[in-house]
């Protein structure tokens, strides 16, 4: 990280995690500010904490100087940094403090929870739930949760961390109507479709603004195992038409043999009664 005119040498003490070189600084040079922000509005303890420098927080956070819950251009927090890239330790250092608040939003209402989910730093996301300041539900301006962001990675650790939580809602729609089961099968994400279709609380028939299900997104984005995991549901309609009209099998007739063949395998049992006769 090279030195732009906004940063001290503060900053770059930060990056690079020099905790005697800051204990120096901040002993003998009380005019050189270490609470100064750059041209993006970070702090030397926002760099700090996003490059996992643990010694140079501690320190950091022991000057009255220092407010440990300074957001920047985009709202961001030293915490959500920390939480953004793992840094467990860190995490639990600002969490000590009580000028830090655990689920402040930013600019995008993301908070440290989401980007610890949306990163998969499964310790991270143990940590934050443990305070009891943080919504394990809370929805970003997109109506998105940590769970849906968990769902959409792939992170199936993090997904059964959160549904743990009583107060998250394994089932909620985001601003297009889409929910967490929707975004794992959509990205093939088998094992944690499996998950929510365990719990009573999903619907997984749900549509969401465009008539689109979980089966139509797994079906169009060829993930024959997510498909085929969906149809063992029996209230997953296979004929049902989003807002065009459309099935989850004619997303698939063109591009993905194996997807229509599970469907149409999964349609024949479906028709066929105990004996083999077709059912009206």
Known sequence: MDLVPSQNAFHIVGVYGLNDL????????????????????????????EYGRTEVVKTLLCDERIDPDRQDNRGRTPLSYAAANGHTEIVKTPLCDDRVDPDRQDEKGQTPLSYAVEYGCTEVVESLLSDGRVNPDRQDEKGRTPLSYAAERGGTQV??????????????????????????????????????????????????????????????????????????????????????????????????????????????????????????
Do not use: M
Not at 182 to 202: F, P, Q
């Open 159 to 280: 997904v059964k961390t959160l549904l743990r939580d009583g107060r998250v809602d394994p089932d909620r729609q985001d601003n297009s109507g889409r929910t967490p089961l929707s975004y794992a099968a959509a990205n093939g994400h088998t094992e944690i479709v499996k998950t929510l279709l365990c719990d009573d609380r999903v619907d997984p028939d749900r549509q969401d603004e465009e008539g689109r299900t979980p089966l139509s997104y797994a079906a169009r984005c060829g993930f024959t195992e997510a498909v085929r995991t969906l149809l063992s549901d029996s209230r997953v309609n296979l004929d049902r038409q989003d807002n065009c009209g459309r099935t989850p099998l004619s997303w698939t007739i063109h591009d993905h043999t194996e997807v229509v063949e599970a469907v149409l395998s999964d349609s024949s049992v479906r028709s066929t009664g105990p004996a083999g006769s077709v059912l009206d």
């Open 22 to 49: 800051l204990k120096v600084l901040l002993s003998r040079y009380q005019d050189i500010d270490p609470a100064r922000q750059d041209k993006f509005g970070r702090t030397p303890l926002s760099y700090a904490a």
